[in-house]
Nanobody, 128 residues
Framework: QVQVTESGGGSVQAGGSLRLSCTASGRTFSRYVMGWFRQAPGKEREFVAAINWSGASIVYGDSVKGRATISRDNDKSMVYLQVNNLKPEDTAVYYC?????????????????????WGKGTLVTVSS
């Protein structure tokens, strides 16, 4: 059974930075795409970033492009999301997700599909 767990959320002042971490257990971590999504209060879930198994292919959502960096350490079974220059509108629950079947996920019109295993989320609050 695949288990996805996020950590690193918290409260940050606008202009600051935050690094979120995520681990996925229960299978060979290095074979699968990993991604981050977020959901702000009263809004739909939004794609943030995704990284392929090797780290060579990365996609960012428009809302964080230029401010975020996704990375992974396959030896540690970890994926990270660093967001800089945080804004109050970045306030959301951030979710880590893992690809369901290797090679099955894809990016299409601003969203990422095929990430079937989800963590419970970690709250990021950005104050002005």
């Amino acid at each position: 059974q695949v288990q996805v767990t996020e950590s690193g959320g918290g409260s940050v002042q606008a202009g600051g930075s935050l690094r979120l971490s995520c681990t996925a257990s229960g299978r060979t971590f290095s074979r699968y795409v990993m991604g981050w999504f977020r959901q702000a209060p009263g809004k739909e879930r939004e794609f943030v970033a995704a990284i392929n198994w090797s780290g060579a292919s990365i996609v960012y959502g428009d809302s964080v492009k230029g401010r975020a960096t996704i990375s992974r350490d396959n030896d540690k079974s970890m994926v990270y999301l660093q967001v800089n220059n945080l804004k109050p509108e970045d306030t959301a629950v951030y979710y880590c997700a893992a690809e369901g079947n290797a090679g099955s996920s894809y990016y299409y019109q601003g969203n990422y599909y095929g990430l079937d295993y989800w963590g419970k989320g970690t709250l990021v609050t950005v104050s002005s």
